[in-house]
């Protein structure tokens, strides 16, 4: 989408090798929310029980197919939110691949990750939300 902006204020740390934009603006488009995704299938199983990697692809998948629903793509999404159980330093490692994968050459979009202590449903250990903007 044109109109997007990424910015990288002198004052933050380039936030890009971990996989997000410190800040994204957009020009009045679409808006785009995904709810949170987690790592079920379309046959409602967990993929990727106890292993954090496998959780997050698997979301991602699922954020990808939910943006090509909306007529969107990688290259759309301005903001993630990442609920992530029992985060943990090393955890930012574990990620930064898949999160690499989804975005490919697009600027990664701005982020948040949140530590907590559980989720909907037993052995889920990533909930990813995203946010995009198509244009008019």
Known sequence: MSGK???????LFDGQSFGFSQVVTSQPGK???????VAYNSKFELVGESDLKLQAEQ????VSYALKAAG???SD???MRANIVNLKPEH???LSGPLSDFFGDNPPSASTWVG????AAEG?????EAIAVIGN
């Open 5 to 11: 902006e990424y910015i990288q204020p002198k004052e």
């Open 31 to 37: 808006l785009v929310f995904i709810s949170g995704q």
């Open 59 to 62: 979301a991602l998948r699922n």
């Open 72 to 74: 969107a793509s990688h």
């Open 77 to 79: 999404v301005t903001m």
């Open 92 to 94: 930012g490692e574990i």
């Open 116 to 119: 907590v202590t559980s989720l």
């Open 124 to 128: 889920i250990l990533i909930e990813i």
